[in-house]
Structure formats: structure tokens, C-alpha cells
């Protein structure tokens, strides 16, 4: 076993049985994430829903289902990516998480994110977006991309959105179908910057 796979199923354990917050009393189960831990992309959404809750996974219900098209748009599955939350158990009613949950969620997101180290970090809506870009609109800056030392950060809006309206579908797609270029770019900027951390010191001199 890896140590990004021990380090992911060592996190989930914890969050399972995690009574940090009130929404441990409402819960049917929780919701760790799921996906490839070692993933290039990591998307990070908002809470679990309904669907979510009862089956402990992430992105199970529509927003899920329409999650899934993009990334076959894109030549991708959920096995190849890793799906997430900022806030692990379901927010009665849906309702938005509070900052007191965000806050009682954000090491565990945090590990998740150290343990699978991926070049690219999705943020799916405005509650993931505001850990990287506090006091910015997503409809501002939806779809660029944004270094952030070890990931590159993409906000892109929440795939529910689109099924509350309808005009944002498209843009959402379109963000999607920025990824794999994006990725690449990324990837080409570790190689380089790990092949001249490996060139001995003389050669770089000139």
C-alpha cells in the first residue's frame, strides 16, 4: 500500500466518526472523498447532499451525474480524478455550510490535499474557491487558473449550478474543457523544474 492510499483511508477513519461539529448528529454517514490518490486533478466541492449522506460518497446525485459527462468530455473518469468536500457530512436541509463546519472540516481537507499532491486543484463553487481566493466572485474568475506555489488552482462553479440555471451549463463546460491543456502545462513545469534541481551545480552556472 502507498502512502498517499494509507495516508487517504487513515483521514477517512477519522472523518467516519468525526464529532467535531453539530453535523455528526444529523448525519446518515459521512463523506470523505473518493477517487485516485494519485490523481492529477483534485476537485474540491461544497457538503454532501442527500444522495451523498446515505451513500458516503461524493457527487452520487445529479450534480454528480452531469460531473461525469464533463470528465468523459474530456477523456476522463472518476477513477482517474479525486473527488471531494470542504465539509465532510450533510448540512441539514442542504442548506450552506457554516463557517464553524468549514473551520471544524478544514485539516482534514488539508491532508487529503497533501497526501495525493496534485498538480491541479478544481474548486467546485464559491465555499472551496474562498480557501484560495477570499473576497473574489466566481463569475469574475471562473475557469483561470492560478499558481499557487506546489498546485495550480482552477475556480470553476459548482456543476449544481447549472442544474439550478440553466445559461451557466455551457460554462461550466467550457471551464471543463480547459483542464487537460492546463494540465499538461503543469506537468511540463514539474519535469523542468525537477530535471534542474537534479543537474549538478557547475552546469548551471552558465
Not at 59 to 86: P, Q, S, W
Request: charged share 25%; hydrophobic share 40%.
Amino acid at each position: 500500500m502507498s502512502g498517499s492510499v494509507a495516508a487517504l483511508e487513515e483521514i477517512a477513519a477519522r472523518v467516519r466518526v468525526c464529532t467535531r461539529c453539530e453535523l455528526c448528529r444529523g448525519r446518515t454517514l459521512a463523506v470523505p472523498g473518493h477517487g485516485n490518490p494519485h490523481a492529477e486533478i483534485m476537485f474540491i466541492g461544497e457538503a454532501p447532499g442527500w444522495n451523498e449522506d446515505r451513500e458516503g460518497l461524493p457527487f452520487v446525485g445529479a450534480a454528480g451525474k452531469f460531473l461525469n459527462e464533463m470528465l468523459a468530455a474530456i477523456d476522463l473518469t472518476r477513477d482517474d480524478v479525486y473527488v471531494t468536500n470542504v465539509v465532510k457530512c450533510r448540512p441539514p436541509g442542504n442548506r450552506d455550510p457554516l463557517p464553524d463546519e468549514i473551520a471544524a472540516c478544514r485539516s482534514y481537507l488539508e491532508e487529503q490535499i497533501e497526501a495525493i499532491n496534485p498538480p491541479v486543484i478544481v474548486t467546485l463553487g464559491r465555499y472551496s474557491m474562498a480557501k484560495w481566493f477570499p473576497n473574489e466572485r466566481i463569475s469574475r474568475i471562473h475557469g483561470q487558473p492560478r499558481d499557487f506555489g506546489k498546485h495550480v488552482v482552477v475556480p470553476m462553479y459548482h456543476p449544481a449550478a447549472a442544474l439550478h440555471q440553466a445559461s451557466l451549463k455551457e460554462t461550466i463546460q467550457a471551464d471543463m474543457l480547459k483542464l487537460p491543456r492546463i494540465v499538461a502545462e503543469v506537468r511540463e513545469k514539474r519535469t523542468a523544474d525537477e530535471t534542474q534541481v537534479d543537474e549538478p551545480e557547475q552546469l548551471r552556472l552558465f
